[in-house]
């Protein structure tokens, strides 16, 4: 069985879990809940505890104050505390693993997104599954005029997500869009009113309960890895998980199938079964 990863200490965020539900808050309101590395680090301490845990079936992310996240610590960055070259090339994989992890729970994620987001913030809500935002948000990627660029989704993700033109426009202009647009080209689910956020979050997630949560999953996962294949590699999945469906559904014998008989007659380490013999003619075969 997998086991969890633990829980760290956490300073510049906060963790709460009620039974399926875990949510989690960026929690340095006084800079717009920028993305230091000391919160970075913990950031990615949780999405890792939440890959390895089997309980929480729905992951909310918010900002704490009126705004979700503004992006890296750009007086971090300027400091030099992010080091040389190759130490940031470094840490940009360690926050692409930050998103990757994010994007691949096998859990239901929803950004739950109130004023600036922005940067690395925008680059959080890509990698969630569901993006509310108030009407007051705003979001955008402006690296460009700070002469840095994007480094763990707002070219790639982005790009695959809205199209290569307009992530070129958001990325070179480096505007901030209304919450409207978001949903326009397709960042975004739902623009709500500032004072409802909340309510509108908890009904999306009482609804994502109700759910078949083996068959979330399995959506999730087909979507994720389809949109980067070939349309028949795509199609392969789909049959797939057709396949698994109907085996969790109470068609899983299938005659030409061993079912747990192979497990079973390895453990007894019995000579005379039709699997070890089978193994036994195939361990020699044409290695002359």
Same mark, same amino acid.
């Given at each position: 069985?997998?086991?969890?990863?633990?829980?760290?200490?956490?300073?510049?965020?906060?963790?709460?879990?009620?039974?399926?539900? #875990?949510?989690?808050?960026?929690?340095?309101?006084?800079?717009?809940?920028?993305?230091?590395?000391?919160?970075?680090?913990?950031?990615?301490?949780?999405?890792?505890?939440?890959?390895?845990?089997?309980?929480?079936?729905?992951?909310?992310?918010?900002?704490?104050?009126?705004?979700?996240?503004?992006?890296?610590?750009?007086?971090?960055?300027?400091?030099?505390?992010?080091?040389?070259?190759?130490?940031?090339?470094?840490?940009?994989?360690?926050?692409?693993?930050?998103?990757?992890?994010?994007?691949?729970?096998?859990?239901?994620?929803?950004?739950?997104?109130?004023?600036?987001?922005?940067?690395?913030?925008?680059?959080?809500?890509?990698?969630?599954?569901? #993006?509310?935002?108030?009407?007051?948000?705003?979001?955008?990627?402006?690296?460009?005029?700070?002469?840095?660029?994007?480094?763990?989704?707002?070219?790639?993700?982005?790009?695959?997500?809205?199209?290569?033109?307009?992530?070129?426009?958001?990325?070179?202009?480096?505007?901030?869009?209304?919450?409207?647009?978001?949903?326009?080209?397709?960042?975004?689910?739902?623009?709500?009113?500032?004072?409802?956020?909340?309510?509108?979050?908890?009904?999306?997630?009482?609804?994502?309960?109700?759910?078949?949560?083996?068959?979330?999953?399995?959506?999730?996962?087909?979507?994720?890895?389809?949109?980067?294949?070939?349309?028949?590699?795509?199609?392969?999945?789909?049959?797939?998980?057709?396949?698994?469906?109907?085996?969790?559904?109470?068609?899983?014998?299938?005659?030409?199938?061993?079912?747990?008989?192979?497990?079973?007659?390895?453990?007894?380490?019995?000579?005379?079964?039709?699997?070890?013999?089978?193994?036994?003619?195939?361990?020699?075969?044409?290695?002359?």
């Amino acid at each position: 069985m997998l086991q969890t990863a633990k829980l760290p200490t956490i300073e510049d965020l906060t963790f709460e879990q009620d039974g399926p539900v #875990v949510r989690v808050t960026l929690n340095r309101p006084e800079v717009f809940n920028a993305l230091s590395i000391n919160l970075s680090a913990e950031f990615t301490a949780v999405m890792e505890h939440l890959r390895d845990d089997l309980e929480t079936k729905v992951v909310v992310i918010s900002g704490a104050g009126d705004n979700f996240c503004t992006g890296d610590d750009l007086t971090e960055m300027g400091s030099g505390a992010w080091g040389d070259a190759n130490q940031i090339m470094r840490r940009v994989r360690l926050y692409q693993h930050m998103a990757n992890t994010l994007e691949e729970l096998d859990k239901i994620t929803i950004a739950s997104v109130d004023g600036y987001c922005v940067g690395g913030g925008l680059e959080i809500s890509m990698a969630c599954d569901f #993006v509310i935002c108030t009407e007051r948000s705003k979001w955008g990627m402006p690296e460009v005029d700070w002469g840095i660029t994007p480094g763990w989704g707002g070219t790639t993700r982005m790009a695959r997500l809205i199209g290569r033109r307009m992530t070129k426009e958001i990325n070179l202009l480096g505007a901030l869009h209304p919450a409207s647009r978001g949903v326009e080209l397709g960042l975004f689910n739902r623009v709500v009113p500032s004072e409802t956020l909340a309510d509108e979050t908890q009904a999306l997630v009482e609804l994502l309960l109700m759910k078949n949560q083996q068959g979330l999953r399995q959506l999730k996962f087909m979507i994720n890895k389809n949109v980067e294949a070939d349309l028949y590699t795509a199609q392969g999945f789909e049959a797939l998980g057709a396949a698994l469906t109907g085996a969790i559904n109470g068609s899983w014998q299938v005659p030409e199938a061993d079912a747990a008989h192979g497990w079973a007659s390895y453990a007894a380490n019995d000579p005379d079964s039709p699997i070890r013999k089978r193994r036994q003619a195939a361990i020699d075969f044409w290695t002359d």
